[in-house]
């Protein structure tokens, strides 16, 4: 059964046109984190949730933004996609902060800017 | 700032042939995560461990705390076990409410010919 749900899979959007990526899980894990992928690279943390409390890490630019509306749907709004911002994006849960908790990641949502 | 590094980068291999990978990182840390990430992109976390051994189906992990270094083998190789095989750990430091962003190895390209 699927934990982490990310819809959608693909998402084509057009540059400078807003674009909303969702996340879903049913392990009512208290942190959801958002990463960004680029081709061949590790994943880079772009923000996280513990509960309601919000995260921004230093460098995530000012054009990600992110929504939690309750434990078990989170949302990252690029507000203004540009080219370089064309990856996988990952969400992933754990139930504690600190890394000492196993991750769930979701199959991810590959964008396309065009 | 802990240093990650695998090797190999990249591990071609017959199918039945046994499988092993290797994680060492410069600061003590508290867990390490070994993640599995296939072509589609989506990751799945094979083991989270502190110490001593897991095992889960196939899959090995260990970890010798003291040296630093972490290994992931797969025995009885199978095509569908071609993936990239990921590392990760913590930073040692504690920072209150900090989501201690992982350190990622650069990752190891498995591919097990039928």
């Known amino acids: 059964d699927a934990m982490v749900i990310q819809n959608p899979r693909y998402q084509v959007t057009q540059f400078g046109k807003p674009v909303t990526l969702s996340c879903s899980q049913t392990?009512?894990?208290?942190?959801m984190y958002w990463y960004q992928q680029k081709s061949s690279q590790a994943p880079k943390l772009l923000f996280h949730y513990y509960d309601k409390d919000f995260n921004n890490e230093a460098d995530t630019p000012d054009n990600f933004q992110s929504r939690r509306p309750n434990t078990s749907f989170c949302f990252l709004d690029i507000r203004s996609p540009g080219l370089g911002d064309a990856a996988m994006y990952l969400c992933a849960t754990s139930r504690e902060l600190q890394g000492i908790s196993p991750l769930h990641f979701g199959n991810g949502t590959r964008l396309t800017v065009t | 700032k802990n240093e990650v590094e695998q090797s190999p980068q990249n591990l071609t291999a017959q199918e039945g042939e046994f499988i092993t990978i290797n994680c060492s990182y410069s600061v003590g840390i508290s867990a390490l995560h070994w993640l599995q990430q296939h072509p589609g992109g989506g990751i799945v976390s094979l083991f989270m461990l502190s110490s001593g051994k897991k095992k889960h189906g196939r899959l090995i992990a260990t970890i010798n705390i003291q040296e630093k270094h972490s290994s992931l083998h797969i025995t009885a190789s199978h095509p569908r076990d071609s993936a990239v095989y990921i590392c990760?750990?913590?930073?040692?430091?504690?920072?209150?409410?900090?989501?201690?962003?992982?350190?990622f190895g650069s990752g190891t390209q498995l591919t097990v010919l039928p």
């Open positions: 392990l009512n894990h208290n942190v």
């Open positions: 990760a750990v913590p930073p040692k430091a504690l920072s209150s409410g900090s989501a201690r962003q992982l350190t």
